[in-house]
């Protein structure tokens, strides 16, 4: 059975965070509010709990979960060949609803599906996500509902769709933000937007003023990369590694 805790005062949801941080530790799911919508989470480098997040999705290896972060530090260690425009959209827009592909660490010691060595990475701007990340590390999660159907706003809309197969709850009251994060691929010349969101293409601009939008083609066709992804129909069109990031996927996904 699982259970279902408040986490919406600091003061009181260190036991709800504990059972939490030791349910990620054996492999089980929990989910948690974000700043865009709710999300299923699992520890990022236990191969089964991110094959069995998938599986309470009804999702398969091709649509890989994003990883949430704690803090802009974790980047680093996660993902390599980081670009400069790549680092200044992280300072502006984290904690918050962007999430960014990058190309993965190839030392680490991960299985998040099908991602061609990239990773999506996000830091989310909600204080019991961040409480829960801090003392867990990155997670991978995905936005908690079944594939193809709403995200969920709130705990029960959450408990409704995922059932038992989620051990723990945490119950933050409805998501503030209901909006998908933005979803930008820095693994190609120039950026491209896989999916709108939270952080609209302006607002990108402002800080990478050459970064695509969706369908977008650059000035000189020339220049996009052969090997270039492909668009995808689903989540993110055209990500190599993000198919969501809870709170994030057209579907939904939470991150």
């Keep these: 059975m699982s259970s279902v805790h408040d986490v919406t005062d600091p003061n009181t949801w260190g036991p709800a ?11 089980g ?3 948690l509010p974000t700043d865009t919508v709710y999300g299923i989470g699992a520890d990022a480098f236990d191969a089964a709990a991110v094959a069995a997040l998938l599986a309470a999705k009804g999702r398969g290896r091709q649509m890989p979960p994003p990883v949430l972060v704690p803090d802009t530090r974790t980047l680093d260690g996660l993902a390599t060949e980081v670009p400069d425009g790549a680092r200044r959209l992280v300072e502006a827009f984290w904690p918050g609803g962007f999430t960014i592909i990058l190309r993965a660490q190839p030392s680490l010691q991960w299985d998040l599906g099908e991602t061609r060595g990239t990773v999506a990475l996000r ?3 909600h204080p019991a996500a961040l409480a829960l990340l801090r003392r867990t590390g990155p997670m991978a999660v995905s936005s908690a509902n079944r594939t193809g159907r709403p995200s969920a706003l709130d705990a029960a809309s959450a408990r409704e769709q995922l059932g038992d197969s989620v051990a723990v709850y945490l119950d933050g009251g409805t998501a503030p933000g209901g909006v998908a994060s933005t979803i930008v691929d820095a693994t190609v010349t120039p950026f491209r937007v896989v999916r709108e969101g939270a952080i609209d293409l302006e607002r990108l601009r402002a800080v990478v003023p050459d970064v695509l939008g969706p369908g977008e083609e650059p000035a000189d066709a020339s220049e ?13 069109a055209g990500a190599p590694a993000a198919a969501d990031a809870a709170g994030e996927s057209p579907a939904g996904a939470a991150g």
């Excluded at 504990?18 to 492999?27: C, I, K, L």
């Excluded at 996009?224 to 993110?236: G, I, K, L, M, T």
């Design 123 to 125: 830091m989310p701007d």
């Design 29 to 31: 799911l929990v989910v």
């Design 224 to 236: 996009a990369p052969a090997d270039a992804p492909a668009e995808d129909a689903e989540p993110a």
């Design 17 to 27: 965070l504990d059972e939490a941080v030791n349910t990620v530790s054996r492999g």
